[in-house]
């Protein structure tokens, strides 16, 4: 069976990168999101992409810079697969925990349209540590659905 050995692709406007030890990281790029798998996040082959935000930048991004950041969802649902990465949780939306006046009602139910609507996953993450972990997560499950799929090519030509 073919090995797929990813490079995660590290967007060039990424101001504080995630840790990332399990796969090589490659700064270039790219066409939405912070992060995405050499090959696969890109107009030719759109189908990794993660956006990364803090809680504070996620409200920010839902209100205040809402019309721009609509616009990158929607680039986004182009992608086979596309996740936001927020580094802390749901809880601190709840509890009103940024610097914003939002409401955590209306902030959620923005979250909730952009999943059911947009069909971009938004995956809490706690800590940047986390966050990483939680991507390297990612990039694994989406290399082995790719290695599945190539298996399953291979036994169907024999």
């Not at 995660?8 to 030890?21: H, N, Y």
């Not at 182009?78 to 925990?97: K, M, N, S």
């Not at 209306?106 to 940047?128: C, E, K």
Request: hydrophobic letters at 40%.
């Amino acid at each position: 069976m073919t090995k797929i050995n990813p490079i995660v692709i590290q967007d060039t406007r990424e101001q504080a990168p995630l840790t990332i030890s399990a796969y090589p990281v490659e700064i270039a790029t790219l066409p939405v999101g912070d992060y995405g798998v050499r090959g696969f996040s890109d107009w030719d082959c759109p189908d990794f992409i993660v956006e990364r935000k803090s809680v504070d930048d996620l409200v920010q991004s839902l209100t205040h810079d809402r019309e721009r950041f609509m616009r990158e969802i929607q680039k986004m649902r182009q992608f086979r697969w596309a996740g936001i990465l927020v580094e802390g949780h749901e809880d601190e939306i709840r509890c009103h925990a940024y610097r914003s006046a939002a409401h955590p009602n209306a902030v959620l139910a923005t979250l909730d349209a952009i999943v059911v609507r947009a069909g971009v996953h938004v995956i809490w993450a706690g800590s940047p540590h986390e966050a990483g972990q939680r991507l390297e997560g990612l990039v694994r499950q989406f290399v082995r659905g790719i290695e599945k799929r190539w298996k399953a090519l291979e036994v169907n030509r024999e």
